[in-house]
């Protein structure tokens, strides 16, 4: 089992940045693929960027590539989403998720509001 915990969240004008972290407990960290993912009310949740296990793959949305990006320390069991000139439309939920290599997200944080003012 892989504990997930999310910090970093706040409330930014646009333009501006935040960095998010997750902090992951329990199994072998450096072997999950995490991803983030965010919801905005009354939308669906999706997903935001990924990184493989090593950091050397990242997948990201189009919405926020030049933007946003994602990096990992697997020593210290963190990954990391730096988010930059962040838009009212990135206020969301954002939330860290975790999966094996070929399978689902299936560990997730508790979630981290994110809140741009315009």
């Known amino acids: 089992q892989v504990q997930l915990v999310e910090s970093g969240g706040g409330l930014v004008q646009a333009g501006g940045s935040l960095r998010l972290s997750c902090a992951a407990s329990g199994r072998t960290f450096s072997g999950y693929f995490m991803g983030w993912f965010r919801q905005a009310p009354g939308k669906e949740r999706e997903f935001v960027i990924g990184?493989?296990?090593?950091?050397?793959?990242?997948y990201y949305a189009d919405s926020v590539k030049g933007r946003f990006t994602v990096s990992r320390d697997n020593a210290k069991n963190t990954v990391y989403l730096q988010m930059n000139s962040l838009k009212p439309e990135d206020t969301a939920v954002y939330y860290c998720?975790?999966?094996?290599?070929?399978?689902?997200?299936?560990?997730w944080g508790q979630g981290t509001q994110v809140t741009v003012s315009s």
């Open positions: 990184i493989n296990w090593s950091g050397g793959i990242t």
């Open positions: 998720a975790a999966r094996l290599p070929g399978k689902e997200y299936e560990h």
